[in-house]
């Protein structure tokens, strides 16, 4: 079984900054560096979209919304991934889903992607 727990989450007003984390257990935890793994969002009424991924080589790939602002990275030691976001905007408010693949490819393609945590939700005020 995997189980993928996000946390960081919360309310800031605009131009703040958060730090989300996405802990990883289970079955995935002893070949964690075999798995791409990604940041989505899904705004109420909105479909989910993907935000940023990364690779198992460490190559990352942003939604042209957060280019520049966020940052995806992983730390396969600690089975842990994180999204730095920056310079936050009200649009950025959403709830937040880590996800992570291992037999598709890497991307912002939500079907590519087996696994996924509950939610983390953030929330950015004018």
């Known amino acids: 079984q995997v189980q993928l727990a996000e946390s960081g989450g919360g309310s800031v007003q605009a131009g703040g900054s958060l730090r989300l984390s996405c802990a990883a257990s289970g079955y995935m935890s002893s070949s964690y560096s075999s798995y791409y793994m990604g940041w989505f969002r899904q705004a109420p009424g909105k479909e989910r979209e993907g935000v940023a991924a990364?690779?198992?080589?460490?190559?990352?790939t942003y939604a042209d919304s957060v280019k520049g602002r966020f940052t995806i990275s992983k730390n396969n030691a600690k089975n842990s991934l994180y999204l730095q976001m920056n310079s936050l905007k009200p649009e950025d408010t959403a709830m937040y889903y880590c996800?992570?693949?291992?037999?598709?490819?890497?991307?912002?393609?939500?079907?590519?992607?087996?696994?996924w945590g509950q939610g983390t939700q953030v929330t950015v005020s004018s």
């Open positions: 996800a992570a693949g291992r037999y598709g490819r890497y991307g912002l393609r939500r079907y590519e992607y087996n696994y």
């Open positions: 990364i690779d198992t080589t460490g190559s990352t």
